[in-house]
Structure formats: C-alpha cells, structure tokens
C-alpha cells in the first residue's frame, strides 16, 4: 500500500501508568535513573521535572516519548526488512525476555515465513543459536539438498569435511587437494545449521553466503540440531553411498560419538571412517 499502519493504544495507556518504553519493553518512571532516549521530550525534562509535573502534563509528555519511540521501532524494523535481516531482528527482540524465547520456538514450523522470504538476499545471513537451523533460507537450502542426487556414481563413496568461512567450498586449496585424492568420490562439507552441502552446489544462496559462530558453546551439540541428522541421514539413504569418510570436526566428533551414534543406524551401518580434523589431515587420508 506504500503506508505504515498500526493500531495501538498502549503508547498512552502505559503513559496514564507512568510507564515508559523503551526499545525492549518498558518501565516505571520512578524505576529509572536515567532516560535511556534522545526524543525531544527526555533531551528537554530530567526524570525529577517529569514526575514533579502535574498528573495530566506528565501523561501527555511520556505519551509523546512513547509515540517516538513506536516510530523507532517501526523504522528499524523497516530497514532490518530492507537490509535482509528481519530474522536477526526478531531474534535480538526475543532475547529481550525469556518468555519470548520461548515463544520463538513457534517459528520451528511457520511454512508461510518462507513464502514472504526472497530466494537471494545481497547481504550474508548470521547464523547464533540452534533456532537459526529454522529459519527460512536455511531450511530452503536443506531441502533442495533433500532431493539431490549424487552424479558420481562411478564409487558410492561421500567424503565428509566441515564448512570453513571460505566460500564456495569447490573453490577452495582443500577442495582441489580432495577433488585430486577421490575423483569419483562425491566431496561435501557439513555446517550445523545447514546440514550437507554438496560442493557442487555450495555456491547456492546461502550455503555460501553466511557467517556463524565456529567456536563451540555449550548449545553445539548434535542433539540441539536435529535437522543435520535428518539432512546426513537423508543424503545417504537417498545416494546409496557405500563407503563414508569424515573429517570430523568437535561437532561431527560429538555425531559419531557412541551414545549418539547408536540413534543413526543409517551411518553406523556403513562403518565410517572417521578422522579428528587438522590443517594436514588431507595428506593423511
Ligand atoms: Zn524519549
């Protein structure tokens, strides 16, 4: 429509209350110590004029605040929009409150987020914390990786190495290193977020347009990422690979751990071998 709308009350109902808001939330005014806003209303009063003012005054000049700072929201909002990154947006909001975590776990299975969510975005997606494995892109990406088939069938051979922030991986040192080592061997490299990526198609938006954490946390555990072992199990099944080998880096190393292990009978069957991940690791294969 070309214009912005919203129906809200609450910028003067809050005001009526002595609440503030700010970009999170808001907040009693005889809470605060300081106004954390740059509006004409808290550049002119100090928080003493404000609650010293007469009731009616007090209402109209927090009402005022809380109008700008809706209009901040509204804005940034639309730049997130304009900048591709409506989803970390929303993230940094969420993690405002533990309530809206957890309420973020609703978007695990909102099919329609990806109707609205463009096939290519000019700038990189950042990827945090196990949620991010939902959001649209990423989920696109597995799913096209769902129903790829391998063309080398000369050896049912996968080789297994992890994602790096050099992107796309077919143009790597350590592609060609393996591409040398296992001509017919089908090469991929493996992101918890995105689960396998085949090299053939690891320029595809946005297998190689994103940035992550790599430093493992305490949420880097396979079982906080279900879609990489429905993604590994897929491939698999799907290429009828007879023969797996891994560079397994912490993450993978946790996969093919026993304990977890034992709940993939699909790559436990094909006994794989596996290698601790090092620089020189290729030349040892
Ligand atoms: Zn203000």
């Not at 990423?138 to 051979?157: P, Q, W």
């Not at 436990?268 to 601790?276: E, F, Q």
């Amino acid at each position: 429509l070309g214009c912005d709308m919203f129906d809200s009350a609450s910028y003067i109902l809050y005001a009526k209350d002595n609440r503030y808001m700010h970009s999170n939330g808001t907040a009693r005014l005889e809470d605060l110590s300081y106004l954390p806003c740059q509006c004409p209303i808290c550049t002119t009063y100090s928080i003493k004029e404000l609650f010293y003012m007469d009731k009616d005054s007090r209402t109209l000049e927090i009402a005022k605040h809380n109008l700008y700072i809706l209009k901040a929201e509204v804005d940034a909002v639309k730049q997130a929009i304009m900048d591709g990154r409506l989803w970390e947006y929303v993230m940094q909001k969420a993690h405002a409150h533990p309530k809206l975590m957890e309420a973020m776990e609703l978007f695990k299975t909102f099919e329609y987020l990806e109707e609205g969510t463009p096939i290519f975005k000019e700038k990189a997606v950042f990827l945090y914390d196990p949620i991010d494995q939902y959001r649209p892109e990423v989920k696109r990406f597995r799913n096209i990786v769902s129903t790829y088939a391998s063309l080398k069938n000369k050896e049912r051979k996968l080789i297994l190495y992890p994602d790096s922030d050099i992107h796309p991986f077919y143009s790597t040192g350590v592609f060609f290193q393996l591409i040398k080592k296992f001509p017919d061997a089908q090469i991929c490299t493996y992101n918890p977020f995105f689960g396998i990526i085949p090299s053939e198609i690891s320029d595809i938006f946005p297998a190689a347009h994103n940035l992550s954490c790599k430093k493992p946390t305490n949420h880097t555990h396979p079982k906080n990422y279900p879609s990489f072992i429905e993604s590994l199990d897929r491939f698999i099944v799907n290429n009828n690979f007879e023969e797996i080998i891994i560079i397994a880096d912490n993450f993978m190393r946790q996969v093919v751990d026993d304990n977890f292990y034992n709940n993939i009978p699909t790559i436990k069957k094909l006994n794989p071998k596996v290698y601790d991940y090092d620089y020189n690791i290729i030349t040892e294969l």
